[in-house]
């Protein structure tokens, strides 16, 4: 019997046993569930933000849920204020570009045109309206040649431009046949002849700058040749031109060449295009010329179509005088000649010039008494300064057949190719370890970015920008003919980096985000911004960089945010109110980080009294 009793105890205890086995492993698959999730210990403020927030962000955006209402849960942090709709004479406000406000300066070169921000006591702390039937973007490549009428509602340049066919107005949108001032034939013509003399083909130009351009269709059909371009163009008489550039798809900034340096760094482009721009290069001593000079990479290429080119066959349908033509071409040339410009080729109205890749190749230059050079030590020091009658330098070689400042790869091999400045050791504290270091973090960012916001690798969002860009491995992660980064360095930032991120092939401005940006409103469709806030911190209102970040972003784009747990949590806290949808999430390195990832999206809602009451 005593057998028997001790074959019971030992079937109970081996139950028992098998019972604490399989409850500890329950427990710990919980316990494991619960930490991939992305919430853990000592990181209650993530978690409690995160579970009363919407979840459902990133639905799937299409028109017909524009007007749908989604159901929230209450926010447990109630959002510090409610912000309202700015009234409906805003909807297309560009704060430093503000009509009213630029009447009041000098017209003399152009000064009036430029970047004029209005002071903090001015500024509007509500939301921009969209217009009203306003509607997402079409898809790339149909956007290049369709835009919503609804969405930049101005039919002027079908008049004013009717005969060049800039843009035309058919039923509820407008088409974009290709065409421009010089292209009559069309953008892909126009390139074709280009191309017979610029390497466009083989990957050598990537970058161009496009200079007054109009609807910007140069920079919309290079992009099928894997060129970008940076094109600009000033908001004039001409209504919404870098608007509908923007609608379009292509990169565009609101800008001028007047009194201040171009928001570019120096030896950044590939390629420069004035295409009948009305900039007067041979005035005020070649400064416009100089300021290109700067900015075009050594071995770039200048391209200038319409007046004076040729004048001599074209002057009547120019109507202006023989002796006034030749004077503007023959002050051109001597420009060119002091800034040490080859001549390729003059084909019709168009002439390439190219910059020579070092000042030991360039005979005017070895008398350094007849060119002023620019004595500043720093030649992207550019916001807000003055431009002057002078060239800058650019960096000594050892062989006439070196290119000053290092030779760029092709694209695309030049994306993940370490900049010549970095391996140059011209930034300082980077080496090329530190930038393929920063590379690899962008993947790994980029890869959870896409866990959880599905659309990024898609197309569904064609212009995004980077906020804070650094070496702009953000851009490089998601490089794809489906959409570009506006990759803007801030002015405050410990290091420039701009430069750099041209020589990957990317573009790119300088910035300072304690002003509005230099764009229409509801031109990004995506915004990321990695640090921002902490680099910002005591520097401006927080306040100001959301409401800025809300007029520049569409109607259902969606914004990624990277900072501080604690600089996030009072992020999200305004941002509830900016109609937002929010979700703040744990690094992916785990909830013990405390670098947070903030993810958005703009809910939409237009103008209009009705609809902006229901709204609010």
């Not at 999730?37 to 017909?64: Q, V």
């Not at 910007?216 to 000033?234: D, E, Q, T």
């Not at 990004?524 to 640090?531: E, F, K, P, V, W």
């Not at 941002?575 to 990832?597: C, I, S």
Request: positive net charge.
């Amino acid at each position: 019997m005593a057998v028997k009793a001790s074959s019971a105890d030992n079937r109970t205890r081996s139950t028992v046993s098998l019972c604490i086995v399989i409850g500890m492993c329950c427990f710990f698959y919980i316990l494991g569930a619960w930490q991939k999730s992305g919430f853990g210990k000592g990181d209650s403020i993530a978690l409690e933000i995160t579970k009363r927030t919407d979840c459902t962000i990133l639905p799937n955006l299409s028109f017909d849920t524009h007007l749908a209402k989604q159901a929230r849960p209450r926010d447990l942090v109630s959002p510090a204020k409610k912000f309202k709709p700015c009234p409906d004479r805003y909807t297309d406000y560009t704060p430093c570009q503000d009509q009213n406000r630029a009447m009041k300066f000098p017209r003399e070169n152009m000064n009036y045109r430029e970047r004029h921000c209005p002071p903090q006591k001015e500024k509007l702390h509500c939301l921009i309206p969209p217009p009203k039937g306003y509607v997402a973007p079409f898809p790339w490549p149909k956007s290049r040649d369709y835009v919503p009428f609804a969405n930049c509602p101005y039919k002027s340049l079908t008049v004013e431009k009717a005969i060049q066919n800039w843009v035309q107005f058919e039923g509820n949108v407008f088409r974009f046949p290709g065409g421009g001032t010089q292209f009559p034939q069309g953008a892909d013509k126009y390139i074709d002849q280009l191309a017979s003399v610029v390497p466009i083909a083989n990957g050598t130009v990537r970058t161009a700058l496009d200079t007054g351009c109009g609807v910007a269709s140069w920079g919309a059909y290079l992009l099928k040749r894997n060129v970008l371009a940076m094109s600009f163009a000033p908001r004039d008489s001409h209504e919404a031109q870098v608007q509908f550039a923007l609608e379009r798809g292509v990169p565009a900034v609101i800008g001028v060449l007047g009194t201040i340096k171009l928001p570019y760094p120096s030896r950044a482009f590939d390629m420069a295009h004035c295409s009948r721009c009305l900039i007067p290069w041979g005035a005020n001593g070649g400064i416009y010329m100089m300021e290109v000079d700067r900015v075009l990479r050594p071995g770039g290429y200048w391209v200038l179509s319409g007046p004076p080119i040729n004048w001599k066959v074209n002057y009547k349908g120019w109507q202006r005088t023989k002796k006034d033509l030749e004077v503007e071409q023959n002050k051109i040339e001597e420009i060119a000649d002091l800034l040490c410009w080859e001549k390729v080729k003059e084909i019709g109205e168009m002439a390439i010039w190219r910059k020579r890749l070092n000042t030991e190749s360039c005979p005017s230059r070895q008398d350094e008494s007849s060119v002023q050079m620019c004595d500043s030590t720093n030649a992207d020091d550019v916001w807000y300064k003055k431009m002057k009658p002078c060239v800058t330098p650019i960096p000594d070689v050892n062989d006439p057949s070196e290119v000053a400042g290092g030779a760029i790869k092709p694209f695309p091999s030049r994306l993940n190719a370490v900049p010549p400045r970095i391996a140059n050791g011209l930034i300082p504290g980077v080496s090329s370890q530190v930038y393929q270091k920063d590379n690899k973090m962008w993947k790994k960012h980029v890869k959870a970015y896409s866990s959880v916001n599905k659309y990024l690798l898609t197309g569904r969002y064609r212009n995004i920008m980077d906020m804070n860009a650094g070496f702009g491995g953000f851009a490089a992660a998601i490089e794809s003919p489906k959409s570009w980064v506006m990759n803007v360095v801030p002015t405050i930032s410990k290091m420039s980096t701009l430069g750099a991120i041209y020589e990957r092939g990317l573009i790119g401005i300088y910035h300072d985000w304690c002003e509005a940006f230099s764009t229409y409103p509801r031109t990004y469709d995506l915004i990321h911004a990695s640090g921002l806030f902490t680099l910002y911190k005591n520097k401006c209102n927080m306040e100001d960089i959301l409401l800025e970040m809300d007029r520049v972003l569409r109607p259902e784009g969606a914004l990624i945010m990277r900072d501080d747990v604690d600089i996030l949590t009072k992020v999200n806290r305004l941002a509830l109110g900016m109609k937002w949808n929010t979700r703040l999430v744990d690094h992916e390195d785990g909830p013990m980080v405390r670098e947070k990832v903030l993810y958005a999206v703009k809910q939409y809602w237009v103008g209009g009294n009705q609809t902006a009451a229901a709204a609010a």
